[in-house]
């Protein structure tokens, strides 16, 4: 708990969060979305990833999103990101539209840096698509990039993710396993084949054929085509409501190589694949 000591004297409001980036006058280009769950022995190496790997000079929002994690992934943070490393953290009392247990910005102290951090922490653990809506609504940038936070998802390719959306004129640019050159490494066949069913369902019933990988976690997205989109499936697939409600979005895919996590435990459980299913329903009654 090192990160939150003498919180009290730096708590602010949303809107002191938008007065403090309006001074610097860096507001961020761009947003990274990450729920966390028990993902502790990552989370550190994941965000200095990030770090080390992003070119773009623009600024940018790293967005923490933890369901309460009892290993203590966001004290992880805290404590790595704090005042002697050259940051402030600020104890924020509510987001717009969202009521969490409890948040922090974690902002730079110097122009060594060209990101901030923001911190959500939810009480109850409510799913990966709500974790994902949360960090929508807090996000301020007209790009939002959604990850995993166990290392599956390399930032090594978050450079041609935030290039191609900002070139091809894309809405929507996804991270594809499953387009020619991209590849997934360190899954025993029975978890490659849920996955690959899974995907054939979901083209099949809903015409996805310009897709190779509609359950993909890993895409960036024009925060304009969230707007009008009213999320109301479970689980842990968002991209698929993303492609079934929105109508003549223009997408584009890159190839990627999915590496499974070498930390932590994976949150494949019977539950995520009843909420699969009942997420399929729930899209083919809209569709």
């Known amino acids: ?3 939150i000591t003498g919180m009290g ?11 403090i980036l309006k001074d610097k006058n860096k507001f961020p280009s761009f947003s990274i979305i990450i729920p966390t769950y ?10 200095d990833s990030i770090k080390n790997n992003i070119t773009d000079s623009a600024y940018y929002e790293v967005i ?17 990101y704090n005042e002697s490393n050259g940051f402030t953290i600020y104890n924020i009392q509510y987001f717009n539209d969202i009521h969490p247990y409890k948040n922090f910005l974690i902002y730079p102290s110097h122009n060594s840096f060209n990101f901030f951090i923001k911190i959500i922490i939810r009480k109850d653990k409510t799913g990966l698509i709500s974790a994902i809506q949360d960090g929508i609504s807090s996000s301020i940038s007209d790009f939002i990039i959604i990850m995993d936070a166990d290392l599956s998802h ?7 993710l935030i290039k191609e959306i900002k070139i091809s004129k894309s809405d929507i ?10 590849k997934i490494m360190g899954w025993p066949k029975k978890r490659i084949f849920y996955s690959k069913a899974a995907t054939f369902i979901s083209k099949s019933l809903f015409k996805l054929n310009n897709i190779t990988d509609p359950m993909s976690g890993f895409f960036i997205i024009k925060r304009d085509i969230l707007k009008n989109i009213k999320f109301n499936t479970s689980g842990y697939k968002i991209l698929l409501e993303i ?43 809209y569709n």
Request: net charge positive.
């Open 173 to 182: 640019v996804i991270a594809s396993r499953y387009l020619k050159n991209g």
């Open 38 to 47: 028990n993902e502790s022995l990552n989370i550190i190496d994941l965000i």
């Open 243 to 285: 492609l079934v409600k929105s109508k003549n979005i223009k997408s584009k895919e890159i190839p990627y190589t999915f590496i499974n996590r070498k930390n932590g435990s994976s949150k494949l459980s019977s539950k995520v694949v009843v909420d699969f299913f009942k997420a399929i329903i729930i899209l083919y009654n």
């Open 1 to 3: 708990m090192g990160g």
């Open 64 to 80: 923490i999103v933890d369901d309460n994690s009892p290993d203590g992934t966001t004290n992880k943070i805290l404590d790595k």
């Open 9 to 19: 004297k730096n708590t602010i409001c949303i809107k002191t969060q938008e007065k």
């Open 154 to 160: 390399s930032p090594s390719y978050l450079n041609l």
